[in-house]
């Protein structure tokens, strides 16, 4: 079983930062990709941004330029960097991590206010 805990997010005036961590454990396996989904209220949730083992990423359209995953293979750790945030980046942001199968985060809250 892998638990993954979050943290890092928080209150910020648009134009800020955050930085998200998200820290795994629990696992015999190589974790695979990692990543950050978001889901803000009355939406579905959306992927944010993935890193594989390799360091491959991708990035959704809204945010690419502005924020940048991470991870650190020796830790188990992802990070999200989030620069120039806006009011629309407000979300319960999720850290996910696949070994054999999609593990999940229980959320941290991102408010950015105008």
């Known amino acids: 079983q892998v638990q993954l805990v979050e943290s890092g997010g928080g209150l910020v005036q648009a134009g800020g930062s955050l930085r998200l961590s998200c820290a795994a454990s629990?696992?015999?396996?190589?974790?695979?990709?990692m990543g950050w989904h978001r889901q803000a209220p009355g939406k579905q949730r959306e992927l944010v941004a993935a890193i594989s083992s390799g360091g491959s990423t991708n990035y959704a359209d809204s945010v690419k330029g502005r924020f940048t995953i991470s991870r650190d293979n020796a830790k188990n750790t992802v990070y999200l960097q989030m620069n120039s945030l806006k009011p629309e980046d407000t979300a319960v942001y999720y850290c996910n991590a696949a070994v054999f199968r999609q593990y999940w985060g229980q959320g941290t809250q991102v408010t950015v206010s105008s």
């Open positions: 629990g696992s015999s396996f190589r974790i695979n990709s």
